[in-house]
């Protein structure tokens, strides 16, 4: 396999770390947002959305999409497991993870935020305002869900990471990076940390990166 990444996408970031927890070691090459090198006409032909991650098969095939790798590596290397054995509860794992993923993420992407400077002149400090409150909203509703729910436990669902862990730590990392004020979720940052703990989770951090700046 080889991965298709760059440093600072939390996309890529959930990949790398369901990578490492399954203990595979795929090979990588490195795409710069920054620089557009997602827009050239190599990259483009791998991945004509030109976002990342991508993952490579070793048979030709490239998966896109964060969250289809993700169930990828869950169907192809079930052990050790991201998702719960109770259908209820993977459901439930689900949820957070596209809560992150589908809802919040997408809305702060590098594209997005480059069209609302690039395109419609919007300044620096109310694009930063634009990234910190879809955060917040984000992570408001989650936190009133995950302190609530017994099934919360040191992770996201239980006392072992799934998937909803996965999508919230690059997510943690995003916040941090804008300078976001935590303290209103103490739940999430609870769970960031007992993440971090782990070499899997550690390690995929975007400062431990080849191509990071």
């Given at each position: 396999?080889?991965?298709?990444?760059?440093?600072?996408?939390?996309?890529?970031?959930?990949?790398?770390?369901a990578l490492n927890w399954k203990g595979l070691r795929p090979e990588r090459e490195f795409v710069h947002l920054r620089r557009g090198v997602q827009r050239q006409e190599g990259y483009r032909t791998l991945n004509p959305q030109g976002l990342v991650p991508a993952l490579a098969l070793d048979d030709g095939r490239v998966l896109t999409q964060s969250l289809a790798i993700?169930?990828?590596?869950?169907?192809?290397?079930?052990?050790?497991?991201?998702?719960?054995?109770?259908?209820?509860d993977?459901?439930?794992?689900?949820?957070?993870?596209?809560?992150?993923?589908?809802d919040i993420h997408p809305i702060d992407n590098l594209r997005v935020l480059?069209?609302?400077?690039?395109?419609l002149g919007v300044a620096a400090e109310a694009k930063d305002g634009w990234y910190r409150y879809w955060i917040d909203v984000g992570f408001e509703a989650l936190e009133?869900?995950?302190?609530?729910?017994?099934?919360?436990?040191?992770?996201?669902?239980?006392?072992?990471?799934?998937?909803?862990?996965?999508?919230?730590?690059?997510?943690?990392?995003?916040?941090?990076?804008?300078?976001?004020?935590?303290?209103?979720?103490?739940?999430l940052t609870r769970i960031e940390a007992e993440c971090l703990e782990l070499p899997a989770?550690?390690?995929?951090?975007?400062?431990?990166?080849?191509?990071?700046?």
């Open positions: 396999m080889r991965l298709y990444d760059y440093f600072r996408s939390s996309a890529a970031y959930r990949v790398r770390i993700l169930e990828f590596l869950e169907e192809t290397h079930p052990a050790p497991p991201l998702l719960p054995a109770a259908a209820a993977r459901a439930r794992v689900r949820s957070i993870a596209l809560a992150i993923a589908c480059d069209y609302l400077t690039g395109t009133r869900s995950l302190a609530r729910d017994p099934a919360t436990g040191r992770h996201c669902h239980g006392d072992v990471p799934t998937l909803a862990d996965v999508c919230l730590v690059p997510q943690i990392a995003n916040a941090r990076r804008v300078g976001m004020d935590l303290s209103p979720y103490p739940t989770f550690a390690d995929a951090a975007p400062a431990r990166q080849p191509d990071a700046e």
